[in-house]
Each structure stands twice: as structure tokens, then as C-alpha cells.
């Protein structure tokens, strides 16, 4: 069984910077599409960070809107997803949740995409909140 534990979140000031942590269990496949989603109340899901690997290479990907300050990375031990989040706004405020896709090793697809559908292993999600 599949289990995702995050942490990290919490309040800071804008500019300022936090990191989030995943701990991913019983996912043992070496075909993997993780990532992290925000989510505001009254707005849609929105995928931030991806890192995928289809039996080749790592790859990660992101949301315009956090490009060049989110960086997503996975430990060599493959046990631990991370965000670190740099030069947070106010926008960046939301709840945020790391997801594996159950399925990216059989069908592949646009990671950042896939980490925001429904079907996903989820984390039970950690609070962001940017003061202006």
C-alpha cells in the first residue's frame, strides 16, 4: 500500500523560503511520475512540481508560476520528495499535497498534468501561508 506523509509547511513572510518533505512508502517501481499540488479553497487544483522518470531518464517540470524559485528533488534512497520553496509571495499561500500517479509506468502522459488527477496516491497536505 502506497503511503505519502508530508511536512514542512508553515508561515513566513514573503521572500522568504520553506521546504516540504514527502515521505513515500510502498511504491517500489522504478517508472514514476511524484509531484506536488496546491490547492486554494474556491480555486482549482493546480500542479506545481513534477519529477518523472519513465525507465530513462529524471525529469522534472514546473508551473510557470513557480519556475526558477521551486526546485522538486527525490532522494537517492527514493524515499523522500522535497520542495524547496524560494522567494514565496502571497500567491504561493495555499494547502499543499505531494501525489504519486498509480499508473505512469504503464500509460506516461505530461507528469505535471497526471499529479493533479483524482486517481493519485495523496498526501493528507501541509498548510503554506505567505504573509505579504
Known amino acids: 500500500q502506497v503511503q505519502l506523509v508530508e511536512s514542512g509547511g508553515g508561515s513566513v513572510q514573503a521572500g522568504g523560503s520553506l521546504r516540504l518533505s514527502c515521505v513515500v512508502s510502498?511504491?517500489?517501481?522504478?517508472?514514476?511520475?511524484m509531484g506536488w499540488v496546491r490547492q486554494v479553497p474556491g480555486k482549482e487544483r493546480e500542479g506545481v512540481a513534477a519529477?518523472?522518470?519513465?525507465?530513462?531518464?529524471?525529469?522534472?517540470s514546473y508551473a510557470d508560476s513557480v519556475k526558477g524559485r521551486f526546485t522538486i528533488s527525490r532522494d537517492n534512497a527514493k524515499t523522500t520528495l522535497s520542495l524547496q520553496m524560494n522567494s514565496l509571495t502571497h500567491e504561493d499561500t495555499a494547502m499543499y499535497y505531494c501525489?504519486?500517479?498509480?499508473?505512469?509506468?504503464?500509460?506516461?502522459?505530461?507528469?505535471?498534468?497526471?499529479?493533479?488527477?483524482?486517481?493519485?496516491?495523496w498526501g493528507q497536505g501541509t498548510q503554506v501561508t505567505v504573509s505579504p
Open positions: 510502498g511504491y517500489t517501481y522504478s517508472a514514476y511520475c
Open positions: 519529477i518523472d522518470n519513465d525507465g530513462g531518464n529524471v525529469k522534472t
Open positions: 501525489a504519486v500517479d498509480p499508473d505512469y509506468r504503464w500509460l506516461g502522459g505530461d507528469c505535471l498534468i497526471k499529479i493533479g488527477e483524482d486517481n493519485n496516491y
